[in-house]
């Protein structure tokens, strides 16, 4: 017969692997269109706080970029990406680039030097976070440079995928493609259903 102390040791043991397999599944849930985006908070490149919950009643984009990356440097070369930032700005988007590369990795930015990307490239983000410790971006499952979110005034993520459908890293592709952020932003504010809600994203990996 089993003293208390033993019986208490068995039911530990017996719950533990329970206990994991719910920490993992609940870790590596994916986000997904028509839910509610995963909150998150984080510092910008101007040291101030931001975070998701206050914008709600706004149309947010999150853009995942890496200044050395050959896909994002397509767009931002081009001008298609600043281009795209004004014109979300001008429709009252708050759009955040976030800048996940780990400290050592391609694409890790200090405060100074993403606000000096900003400039030189007149890029044009509502603000630059910095998620070098990753939390952000394995939130959002984020996995290449760019990899494009929009969320809606109530928090419900309503897209995910690439910025375009041609996948390469060629300039020449850019008017060749269909633009999927622009399109989506385009249908939501003309309050009609996203038709590509879910896209493939390309381009570099993450380097978290």
Known sequence: MLN?????RYLFLACLPIVFALHA????????????APEFTGVDSQGKTQRLADYRGKTVVLEWTNHDCPYVRKHYGAGNMQEQ?????????????????????QGHVSPAEANELTRTRQAAPHAVVLDADGQIGRAYQARTTPHMYIIDQA???????????VPSADVADIPKATQYVRVALKEHA??????????RPYGCSVKY
């Open 4 to 8: 208390c102390f033993d019986f208490l």
């Open 25 to 36: 599944g609940s870790a590596l849930a994916a986000p997904r269109v028509g839910e509610p």
């Open 155 to 165: 928090g419900k993520l309503i897209y995910m995928g690439g910025i375009d459908s």
């Open 85 to 105: 930032q004004r014109e979300a700005a001008a429709q009252k988007v708050v759009w955040l680039s976030v800048i996940s590369s780990a400290s050592g990795q």
């Open 190 to 199: 003309a309050g009609r259903p996203i038709s590509q809600p879910v896209t």
